[in-house]
């Protein structure tokens, strides 16, 4: 036989060696309003069997940090900037500037960019890099009728009737969507349709997945709600502590520290019908969890049949911890269903972020913590591991460019953006690092704070004094050290005004 036929035939059997390893599909998950302890593999009652197997099979970070609110939090995760470098340190309804997008990137590396859910900014995704896009563009809306009312229904309850939605270019405003939606249901629904229309194509593909759950309001299918029937009689101090208990056992927090003061009235406090009022807000946000779990479980059932779940890295986290605000709207009383907007509240908010202290709004670690899982069945060295690497938002796109070997530009556009001051979180994820030297900063409302190494300076008030925690003794913000640590509380303020100048004029 001639060399060069055996050479041939023989081939496939020896992968060249200069030939690079194909990018990773990336799948990045989104929960809104959800708290550090509300997902099993970070302390939690409530069943997520496939968020517990992406963290079986990958890492999850214990001091993961987001922005406190949710328009900011999407800003800086999309840009890898502060939200107050790109204009969104208030609102949301001006033109993202100074930075590029995650679409836009991983455009720029060949990927097929793809994002369902929820927005909460001013330009269209498909302006910014995205080839597809479905959701709500605003904040938030009625998980099952955020449209006018349907014929058989009671009255959806909404802040506004006529959130705007968008299926690609075309614009919905009011949404009227079938009797079958869910918010979580839909979402995941155009996804699966977008991984099965480009499951032939050789690029790589980026799908943004940003749920609208557990954000009020509380609504969730009848059968979801049924699993959690009769789970949180025993209040909230039995569900806070028996969480703090599992994430002890999980290695998630040290098992010698004591479980911080709780900010929830006493569950015996409360009259018997008050009671079953607030089991049944637990019960079905509970649901809601749930429900997106189911989901995400659909979407790496759908990457497996397609044969593309072992290079495909998921990312997993909440633009802000458990909410403590409450919304009155009126409705029909029926908790859980289209009629009637129902908020979870800071007692139960206060159990969602377990062991932490405070809750959404708060730049303190109840505010601002959120679970992370990164699994990479392919390409991560670690399984089942748990990383102390302080991270933030602003890492994520960073993280990204890493995956998809993108370079971050100078330029977008003809004009010059910032660049951005995250890492990638790989190295952490590999277990190669697990302390950060540059500070990270913090400003959403009257909360501010800025963490160096383990000291964390934290306010929250318009004329609030500094309060100055160790996090490597007190991760739980239970000590303010302020007092006698004048110098340090000194060093960590000028490091916050810096920040404040740099980015008021970026």
Known sequence: MPIFLLFLLLAPLFPNPEKPDAKPNIVLILADDLGWSDIGCYGSEVETPNLDWLAENGVRFTQMYNTSKCNPSRAALMTGLYAQEVGYEATYNQPLKNGITLGELLQSAGYRTLWAGKHHGFDHPMDRGFDRYYGLKEGASNHFNPGPKREGEAQPAQKRPDRPFYEDRTLYQPYSPPKDYYSTDYFTKFALSWLEEYKAEENPFFLYLAYTAPHDPLMAWPEDIAKYKGKYKAGYEAIRAARFEKQKKLGLIDPNLPLSEASHIPWNSLSDSLKRIEEQKMEVYAAMIDRMDQKIGEVIQKLREIGKLENTVFIFLSDNGASAEMVTIPGDGKIGTVGQWTSLGQDWANVGNTPLRLYKNYSHEGGIKTPLIISWPKGLKQKNAISPFPAHLIDILPTLAD??????????????????????????????????????????????????????????GKSAEWELYDLSQDPYETNNLANENSGKVQELSALFSDWKKKVSNP
């Open 403 to 460: 995956l998809a070997d993108a370079e971050y530009p100078e330029e977008l556009n003809g004009e010059k953006i910032l660049p951005s001051s995250g890492l990638s979180l790989l190295p952490a994820a590999n277990g190669q690092v697990s302390d950060r030297n540059a500070p990270l900063f913090w400003e959403w409302s009257v909360g501010k704070a800025v963490r160096k190494g383990n000291w964390k300076l934290v306010a929250y």
